[in-house]
Structure formats: structure tokens, C-alpha cells
């Protein structure tokens, strides 16, 4: 196999071939990835700034917020330069550990993402359900903590991810139809058994999206349930309002 090392079998590296079936458009296809990723780093960016110098804003929703933005921000870092670099200048070679890197970090982050919004949603929960007791239950501590525990619980399911499909042999090619690194474009170029990426990347997909999803609509039902239960339409107004 091309940039293989023959008595291991792990690849030196692999090939992005980019977007299957639309290579002739890849110029195209990159002006809008371009222009959204744009857009979101200086979104995200100048959200972080606001958030950072107004006073105002030194409140547990816009902590949730703007560690949202630096989430969405560096997930998109991680992917869209490596497919524009393949769009523009034909650099569809990735070094194996670098592509392990790729795959762990857009997991990460993926995971990352979620879980922020889960906490945006109980973030919303304790305002309107307990509003006396709101400044004293997310305190900036446990704000802080929610928001490591979050990043090192993706950080933590994932490693076992990439120690999976670092071990593997590869000798199915090294051509990824894709323009990044996933875990299971990855993994189908091994001719290794790969029961156990499938069955552990499904674990990780119910145990951060199947639970961050789960507390989401738990929140939000009893947030509706405490809208509707108040007597006035005033007061509902002001229960939802910022």
C-alpha cells in the first residue's frame, strides 16, 4: 500500500480525496465553506470579546454562551482549513498521527458542543423554575466546573476511540472519501476487525448525545410546565425573558 509501513501495516499517511463525485467543483464548493467559516470565527470571536469587556454580561447565560462560541469556533478550526487546503491546492495528504489528531479533536469538540447546550438548557431550568435561588446555585465555580467536566468527559470517552484506531492494520488503500478525519472512514481502510470501534463509537454517540439530548427535553418540559402553570400572561412574559 502507497505510504504504508509494510511491517506494521500502519500508513504513513492518507489522502482526502474531498467531496466524492464533485472533485471538478471543489473551487466552487470552498467560496461558501470559506465564507461561513469566516463568519463564524469573527462571529465567535467577537461574541468572546463582547462577553469578555461588558459587565452586563458577566452572568452565568452568557458564560454558557460564549464557551459555546469558543467550542464552535475551534471545531470548525479543525476541519475547514484542512478542506480548503484540499480545495484550493490539491493537499489531500495527512500525516497518520496528524489525521489521529484531526479525529480526536472533531470528536472532542463534537461532544464538547452538545454538552454546553445541555447545560444552556439547565442554565434556563434553574432561572425559571428556582429565580430566587439562581445566583446562588450557579455560583462562577460551578460554572467553571460544569464547563471542565464537560470538556473532559468528551476528552475522556474519546481516547479510548483513537487508541482503537491507532492499534489497527491497515491494508485496504489509504484513501478517505472525505474532506477530514473521522473515526469511521478511518477504520473501514482497516482489513482488521473493527467490532470494536463500531460498538464503542456507539456507546460514546448514547452516552454524550443520547444524555445530553435526554436532559435537554427533560428541562425544557418542566420549563413549560412552569410557564403554563403561572396565572398570568404578564408573568409568563416574564418568566421566559432573559
Known sequence: MSGANSSSLTPGFFILSGVPGLEA???WLSLPFCFMYIVAVVGNCGLLYLIGH????HRPMYYFLSLLSFT?????TTTVPNMLCIFWFNLKEI???????????????????????????LDRYVA????????TILTNPVIAKAGLA??????????????FTKRLPYCRGNIIHH???????????????????VVYGLMVALLIGGFDILCITVSYT???????????????????SP
Open 72 to 76: 464552535d469556533a475551534t471545531l470548525c
Open 54 to 57: 461588558e459587565e452586563a454580561l
Open 222 to 240: 418542566m420549563i413549560l410546565r412552569a410557564v403554563v402553570s403561572l396565572s398570568s400572561a404578564e408573568a409568563r412574559q416574564k418568566a421566559v
Open 179 to 197: 474532506t477530514y478525519c473521522d473515526q469511521l472512514s478511518v477504520a473501514k481502510l482497516s482489513c482488521g476487525n473493527i467490532k470494536a470501534n
Open 25 to 27: 467543483a471543489h473551487v
Open 95 to 121: 500525516d497518520f498521527n496528524a489525521c489521529l489528531a484531526q479525529m480526536f479533536f472533531v470528536h472532542t469538540f463534537t461532544g464538547m458542543e452538545s454538552g454546553v447546550l445541555m447545560l444552556m438548557a
Open 128 to 135: 425559571i423554575c428556582y429565580p430566587l435561588r439562581y445566583a
Open 150 to 163: 464537560t470538556f473532559l468527559r468528551g476528552v475522556l470517552l474519546v481516547i479510548p476511540l483513537i487508541f
